[in-house]
């Protein structure tokens, strides 16, 4: 019986049946369809499982701040208004009377603008970016679970039901990426287990009609409430409203579950009478509904570890790469795919089974030295939103002081300057460093 230095030395992109790759990423969303193009296109063989077939819906805000924007540009992705997107200059708060717009930052990292775009099209655009790069994808390819060497205890690829008559096959792969979400039905097979003190956040969204359509700011309403409470408490998120260029308005909600409130409400309730509560001429109105209202859960602060273990990476929602200080969860997710991609290619590089276990295990690094300040700030904000009263008091705070709305602004979208002189820059990384550790 072969050994892990076995497995993963019979990578090879040349000769190798249907059923066997030198990587297998389960999931077409952001995160494997971004690790499977920057797979492929090192020549490697990629095989890129998605349960379902596209276009296929997912509920999401549909708006894309620079950092994503970045990781677009980076997959030779036409992202002019030309193709389809409809590009935003920042994001405009709104809290009672108060409204302030803060424009994305001109950086050199990143683009000074952000995106919208429909899920449905947005994930298709990704995963057949992937294919042109040389991955192979299986649409319809419903993955039950791994494929265990019962020695070793590593996984040597996954079983899945394939097609609409749900045929069982076998595909094998040294290494496999789990980019399967937040229910990461592979990620428990392999007993990758949610830690339960990390922040978990829920998504509601729906579509409307509107005369907002075509709004170059996306917009947070602070000042989230229960119409019906008679306390009139604060809730621990916000509203958002992103036009989509089309006709319609992506409108909905994001609140973190782990509050005492949480349990307390009917979201997609809360959603339609805050929907009811704006103004008229917003055409958010029962009778400008395009869609149903849907939700989804958002995994926060990687919250499922360890990221590398026993061949399999999480990447994505699978290891809870959304931000717990805004909910933002693309670019992130794209981030740690082309992460897990540069880990693996570098892996299988190797020539000794030590030296591919221990570039393997610097994909966990990659996220920690790219996370590990920024989320843990994210968590102390988390904290904030699940109590009313410091949340109040910090809204309040806020935007009475534009120039610290400012600095919070630039710390919570994660947009700054590497080794800049800009004292804005400066104090950003200060607080990230201060920030307790994510382990």
């Known amino acids: 019986m ?25 999931g077409a ?20 499982l998605e349960k379902s077939s596209f276009p296929r819906e997912k509920v999401c805000g549909d708006g894309l701040t620079p950092r994503a ?14 193709a389809g997107w409809l590009h935003n200059r920042g994001l405009r708060l709104v809290s009672g009377r108060r409204t302030l717009e803060l424009d994305w930052p001109q950086l050199s990292a990143f683009p ?56 069982p096959v076998d595909y094998r792969a040294p290494l496999v990426v789990a980019a399967d979400g937040n229910s990461t039905r592979l990620s428990l097979a ?29 917009e947070a309403w602070l000042d989230l409430r229960d119409p019906k409470d008679p306390a009139r408490r604060l809730l621990p998120g916000y509203a958002w409203v992103f036009g989509m260029g089309d006709g319609t308005a992506n409108v909905g909600l994001g609140v973190l579950d782990t509050a005492a409130v949480a349990g307390e409400l009917d979201w997609r309730d809360l959603l339609r009478r805050w929907c009811a509560a704006l103004p008229p001429e917003y055409g958010y109105t029962p009778e400008g509904v395009t869609e149903p209202v849907r939700g989804s859960a958002l995994p926060m602060g990687l919250n499922r570890q360890p990221h590398y273990a026993d061949g399999l990476l999480l990447v994505g929602d699978a290891g809870g790469t959304v931000s717990p200080a805004t909910g933002e969860g693309i670019a992130y997710a794209m981030e740690s795919g082309r992460y897990a991609a540069e880990t693996v290619v570098q892996a299988l590089a190797r020539r000794t089974d030590r030296g591919r276990e221990l570039a393997l295990r610097g994909y966990p690094q990659a996220l920690r030295s790219a996370y590990d300040g920024y989320f843990a700030l994210g ?5 904030v939103l699940g109590r ?12 009475g002081h534009p120039a610290l709305l400012k600095v919070a602004f630039r710390l919570m979208v994660n947009l700054t300057e590497p080794n800049s002189r800009d004292a804005l820059d400066r104090v950003v990384h200060a607080l990230g460093k201060l920030a307790p550790s994510s382990r």
């Open 190 to 218: 392999m007993k990758r287990y949610r830690r339960t003190d990390r922040a978990m956040g829920v998504a509601y969204r729906t579509y409307f009609t509107t005369p907002r359509h075509q709004d170059r700011y996306l």
């Open 2 to 26: 072969p050994g892990p230095e076995q497995q993963l030395s019979a990578a090879g992109a040349t000769g190798r049946p249907e059923d066997g790759a030198d990587v297998i990423v389960v």
């Open 112 to 167: 000074s603008f952000g995106l919208v775009r429909r899920r449905a099209d947005f994930d298709e655009l990704l995963a057949r970016r992937a294919a042109s790069a040389g991955a192979r994808l299986v649409e319809h390819a419903n993955v039950a679970g791994p494929l265990v060497d019962e020695r070793t205890g590593r996984i040597t690829g996954v079983t899945a039901r394939l097609g609409e008559d749900r045929q």
């Open 29 to 48: 969303g952001p995160a494997g369809s971004t690790a499977a193009y920057h797979l492929a296109r090192t020549g490697l063989d990629v095989l890129l």
């Open 69 to 82: 924007t970045k990781q677009l540009v980076d997959l030779g992705i036409d992202v002019s208004e030309e």
């Open 379 to 383: 968590r102390l904000v988390a904290d």
């Open 388 to 399: 009313p009263r410091l949340l109040g008091a910090a809204g309040a705070l806020g935007l």
